[in-house]
């Protein structure tokens, strides 16, 4: 019986993020939410931030939570987020 091949999905919303792993199996594709996260934004002097430590530790866990789920058999790794401003500083510059 061949064995199914795994996908990851983590996405990066403004308020939380998710890693979604995929199972295709004879032409058949099953999701499975394996791992849910808050997205926290760290404030800087007068602007806020992402917490990229926060949110890298959290895709750390949840490719650790994919590996035990898919039993090693991960095919591919996406990373999605929403879009993005350019810091004040830059927009005078470009």
Known sequence: MEK???????DLGVESGWAVLGHLH???LELQE???FPNRPVQVVD???????HLWDEMQHGLALAVKES????????????GWILPSWMQTTL
């Not at 039993?71 to 929403?82: P, Q």
């Open 4 to 10: 199914a091949q795994s996908f990851l999905a983590i």
């Open 71 to 82: 039993e090693k058999m991960m095919v591919s790794l996406g990373v999605d987020t929403w």
């Open 47 to 53: 602007s806020l931030y992402w917490d990229v430590l």
């Open 26 to 28: 004879a032409d058949k």
């Open 34 to 36: 394996i791992h849910r």
